[in-house]
Nanobody, 122 residues
Framework: QVQLVESGGGLVQAGGSLRLSCAKS????????MGWFRQAPGKEREFVAAISWSDGRTYYRDSVKGRFTISRDSAKNTVYLQMNSLKPEDTAVYYC???????????????WGQGTQVTVSS
């Protein structure tokens, strides 16, 4: 059983910042990739960012490049998403996503968190 527990969502004004955290536990590789997706009301779930655990390489959707930063703490099996210069269009439920394979492959992957709400007011 693999668990992903997210935290850090909330309400923030446009231009503000939030940091999301996702802690992974359970019987899974500690070297599998992790990342974030988001889903706004009435829209499809979309990729936001990902990080390869083996070499730390990062990937972002274009609309968040330069504003969001994904990072990891291997000792804590935790991934973070630092979100700066937030915009109202960033409002969504943010989901943590984790792979079970140690070989990096494109997301989405096998495991999902429960989601955390991020609301950006204008």
């Amino acid at each position: 059983q693999v668990q992903l527990v997210e935290s850090g969502g909330g309400l923030v004004q446009a231009g503000g910042s939030l940091r999301l955290s996702c802690a992974k536990s359970g019987r899974t590789s500690s070297r599998a990739a992790m990342g974030w997706f988001r889903q706004a009301p009435g829209k499809e779930r979309e990729f936001v960012a990902a990080i390869s655990w083996s070499d730390g390489r990062t990937y972002y959707r274009d609309s968040v490049k330069g504003r969001f930063t994904i990072s990891r703490d291997s000792a804590k099996n935790t991934v973070y998403l630092q979100m700066n210069s937030l915009k109202p269009e960033d409002t969504a439920v943010y989901y943590c996503n984790a792979d079970r394979s140690e070989v990096f492959r494109p997301p989405p992957w096998d495991y999902w968190g429960q989601g955390t709400q991020v609301t950006v007011s204008s």
